[in-house]
């Protein structure tokens, strides 16, 4: 047999796969740590904070990058066995949905510093509420995917649908707001972006639990995923449209 044709049917090792996993532990545990304190800016009107995050982001980035290089050494040295390439594809799918984890993060940030120059509204409350749901989603999958748990992983995917519910509520009282006195029109669009944004990471989240499920089982999800987000159907008077 060639040299050539050896070097590629040479399988990969548990340790080089268990790099890979651990670079997907970092990155999570990066993104966990910046929505944790995007939140926290909000809630607690830090602006030091929001501005450390921001200036943190590029590590989820780095991590990023490692993760891809690694997966390309990976692919390149050998023929791997099926569980073994959906660990490989797996972890590139969740490095990307982490990656953007932490650029909503960023961007939550972004505007709580905005927000911490106004006079506060009693949304903030349901925003930080909103912010906690999505942060268990994540925590939730990342630790699904750290022990290979589908029912975890399930878990996540179908609880994805209360924090929509959750979005949709604070749309509609934002929405209020903002006709019943014009003035909050800036502060209020601000918080529809957050809002937004927490709402997205929910949906990144759930990426990651549907890739678990297709890293344990080989297959993905047959299901249609739970969706609660009905913001597209919104009317300017703040009541949710029939889809035609």
Same mark, same amino acid.
């Given at each position: ?96 949905? &982490? +990656? $953007?984890? !932490? @650029?909503? #993060?960023? %961007?939550? *940030?972004?505007?709580?510093?905005? /927000?911490?120059?106004?006079?506060? =509204? ?75 944004? &927490? +709402? $997205?990471? !929910? @949906?990144? #989240?759930? %990426?990651? *639990?549907?890739?678990?499920?297709? /890293?344990?089982?080989?297959?993905? =999800? ?23």
């Amino acid at each position: 047999m060639p040299a050539a044709t050896q070097q590629y049917q040479v399988k990969w090792s548990a340790e080089q796969l268990a790099l890979l996993r651990a670079d997907i532990a970092q990155m999570g545990g990066l993104a966990e740590q910046q929505l944790s304190r995007a939140i926290e800016a909000i809630g607690r009107r830090d602006t030091g904070l929001a501005e450390r995050l921001i200036e943190d982001d590029a590590q989820i980035d780095k991590l990023e990058i490692a993760v891809d290089a690694r997966a390309v050494r990976l692919l390149s040295a050998g023929r791997p066995s099926a569980p073994d390439l959906r660990q490989v594809l797996s972890a590139l799918k969740i490095s990307s949905d &982490l +990656e $953007r984890v !932490g @650029d909503l #993060a960023k %961007n939550i *940030a972004k505007r709580a510093m905005v /927000l911490n120059q106004e006079e506060p =509204l009693r949304t903030i409350q349901s925003l930080t509420r909103m912010g906690r749901l999505a942060l268990n989603e994540l925590k939730d999958a990342l630790d699904a995917y750290s022990r290979n748990d589908t029912d975890q992983a399930l878990a996540v995917w179908r609880r994805d649908e209360a924090l929509d519910e959750l979005y949709n509520s604070l749309l509609r009282e934002l929405l209020t707001f903002m006709m019943n006195d014009p003035r909050v029109i800036g502060l209020g669009t601000h918080l529809m972006f957050v809002a937004k944004n &927490l +709402e $997205r990471i !929910g @949906d990144h #989240a759930t %990426n990651v *639990a549907e890739t678990v499920y297709y /890293l344990v089982n080989g297959d993905y =999800l047959s299901d249609q995923r739970p969706k609660g987000d009905f913001s597209n159907l919104t009317t300017a008077s703040g009541e949710v449209s029939e889809a035609k």
